[in-house]
């Protein structure tokens, strides 16, 4: 099954399935149980980060779950009450520990913080730690493109990937297009909005064309523009659901009708001013 996924190269020569399977909001009980589910269902991609606290749920469900660690590609994400270098250095360590593994695939900064300045320290230590072999992949979650503009002006450094929130009601075109100029592959945190998108009329009616589910059709339109997208469930019937993508395809008429339901609407926090740590 999993061998059906296709998957996104990096601009490190790393590689992405195209759906993973998001954590938050999971407690360590629930990540535990929810991630092996996932890893049952065929997730081989499994996103948490240290401020969601479920990282040793995450660690104990990859764990119980019998498929091998290099199998799984683990992200988990910098807090912004860490960033810095020594900081940052010190949170990887305790992340590693949190997961019981000895290497992430992937590690994010999880907000920007612009207000605090210290974005480009921590990235200098993601570098460090990816030269050690500590990471495979760095990246970042929720930045703007001046964020990056200056991680690769002061560093030399581009991120693999950056994580933001991107559905067919906050679709961010030019931000997609500035990426794809940079090369740098986007995952999308709230595919469904957070539940929300699965409501809409548009989505029903596609849908019930092709014989699927709203969510499917959200997935869908995620993998057809080239993104990574990582929903979440605690239902395994729907985390079935939300991998079976691959097996059907939007048409034109599909995809000019879900353009339209682009209202530029956020649900989660603003990368210029979340303060979030
Ligand atoms: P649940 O965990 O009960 O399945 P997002 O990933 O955009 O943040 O959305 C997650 C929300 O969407 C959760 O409330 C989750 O609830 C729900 N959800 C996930 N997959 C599906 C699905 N296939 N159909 C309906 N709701 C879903």
């Keep these: 099954m999993t061998d059906a996924i296709p998957h996104l190269t990096l601009n490190d020569g790393q590689h992405l399935p195209q759906i993973g399977f998001g954590t938050w909001p999971l407690d360590d009980a629930q990540a535990q149980t929810a991630v ?35 199998q799984v590609q683990l992200t988990s994400k910098l807090r912004g009450s860490e960033h810095g270098f020594d900081s940052t250095l010190r949170a990887f360590d305790a992340t590693l520990a949190a997961l019981g593994t000895d290497y992430l695939d992937l590690y994010l900064i999880h907000w920007p913080l612009p207000m605090r300045d210290l ?19 760095i990246g970042v979650s929720n930045f703007q493109p001046a964020h990056i503009d200056r ?9 693999a990937v950056n994580q933001i929130e991107l559905h067919p009601d906050f679709t961010q075109a030019a931000l997609r297009a500035w990426h794809a100029r940079q090369g740098i592959v986007i995952e999308c945190w709230s595919p469904l909005g957070r539940g929300e998108v699965l409501k809409d ?36 019937q729907r985390m079935r659901q939300n991998l079976a993508v691959f097996d059907f395809a939007l048409d034109a008429e599909d995809l000019a009708a879900l353009a339209l339901l682009d209202g530029d609407h956020r649900q989660g926090g603003d990368p210029d001013t979340n303060d979030e740590r």
């Design 201 to 236: 009329a548009t989505v029903a009616r596609i849908a019930q064309k092709h014989g699927r589910s709203p969510a499917q059709i959200l997935l869908r339109w995620h993998v057809q523009h080239g993104l990574v997208a990582i929903p979440k469930s605690q239902d395994p």
């Design 119 to 137: 974005y480009v320290d921590t990235w200098r230590a993601f570098i460090r730690l990816r030269e050690e072999g500590r990471i495979r992949s």
């Design 36 to 70: 092996q589910a996932a890893l049952a269902c065929g997730y081989r991609l499994i996103d948490t980060a240290a401020r969601y606290g479920n990282e040793a749920g995450v660690g104990r469900g990859i764990a119980a779950s019998g498929v091998a660690r290099s």
């Design 151 to 159: 991680l690769l002006s002061e560093t030399g450094v581009l991120p």
